[in-house]
C-alpha cells in the first residue's frame, strides 16, 4: 500500500484523503451521486442533488467484494445491513459535493467530497470533520480508506480489496498514524 494512500489528521477533528482516479470526471461523480454506482463501494441509497436534501445509506459492508471474511466480534453489528441518515449540504456537479454523516445524540460531522480534473484521471479529496474523539477519528479514517481502495478497484476494473480484513488492518495502522498522544 502506498504511503500516500493514507489519510491524515489535517486538524484535530478533521481527516482527509486524496487519490487519483480514471476519469472522465463525470464518471467518477457518478460514483458519488447514483445509487447503484456507489453501492459498489460505500452504499446504496437515493439522494436529491440539492442542498437540504435528506437521504438514507444502505450499507452491506460484507457484500462489497467477493471475499466474505466476517469482521471480529467488536464490528458484528456493522456486518448486517443498517441504514444511515444524511442531509445534503452542497452540491456542484461535478466538482463538489457536501453531506452530514451520523447524528442521532450528537451533532453531526461533515463529509466533503472534491473532484477536479488531472489530465485523464480525477483527482478526488475527501475530508471529514467534527470527528469528535481519537477512536472515533480512527475507525472512520480507516472505513474511509478501505470504501476508498473498493472505489478505486471498481472504477479500474480490478477486484476489490477484501472489505472486513482490510477495515481490520487499517484501524490498527490508524490507531499509530493518528492518535494523540496520551500524557
Known amino acids: 500500500m502506498d504511503d500516500s494512500d493514507y489519510g491524515e489528521k489535517i486538524a484535530e477533528e478533521s481527516i482527509r484523503f486524496e487519490r487519483l482516479l480514471p476519469g472522465p470526471i463525470e464518471r467518477v461523480w457518478a460514483y458519488f451521486t447514483e445509487s447503484d ?6 452504499a ?9 436534501a435528506s437521504f438514507s445509506l444502505h450499507f452491506h459492508n460484507s457484500e462489497l467484494t467477493p471475499d466474505r471474511t466476517p469482521p471480529s466480534e467488536r464490528f458484528r453489528q456493522y456486518d448486517r445491513n443498517f441504514t444511515t441518515q444524511h442531509q445534503v449540504l452542497r452540491c456542484e456537479p461535478p466538482h463538489l459535493l457536501v453531506w452530514t454523516w451520523g447524528g442521532g445524540n450528537e ?28 477512536d472515533t477519528r480512527v475507525t472512520v479514517a480507516s472505513g474511509w480508506h478501505t470504501h476508498l481502495s473498493i472505489l478505486e478497484n471498481v472504477l479500474q476494473g480490478e477486484r476489490p480489496v477484501p472489505f472486513w480484513p482490510t477495515f481490520e488492518n487499517l484501524e490498527e495502522e490508524y490507531r499509530c498514524r493518528i492518535t494523540s498522544p496520551r500524557s
Open 37 to 42: 454506482k456507489r453501492g459498489l463501494w460505500l
Open 107 to 134: 451533532a453531526p460531522s461533515q463529509v466533503t467530497f472534491e473532484l477536479s480534473e488531472a489530465g485523464d484521471q480525477v483527482r478526488l479529496v475527501v475530508t471529514h470533520r467534527r470527528l469528535a474523539d481519537d
Open 44 to 52: 446504496p441509497g437515493t439522494m436529491e442533488l440539492r442542498r437540504g
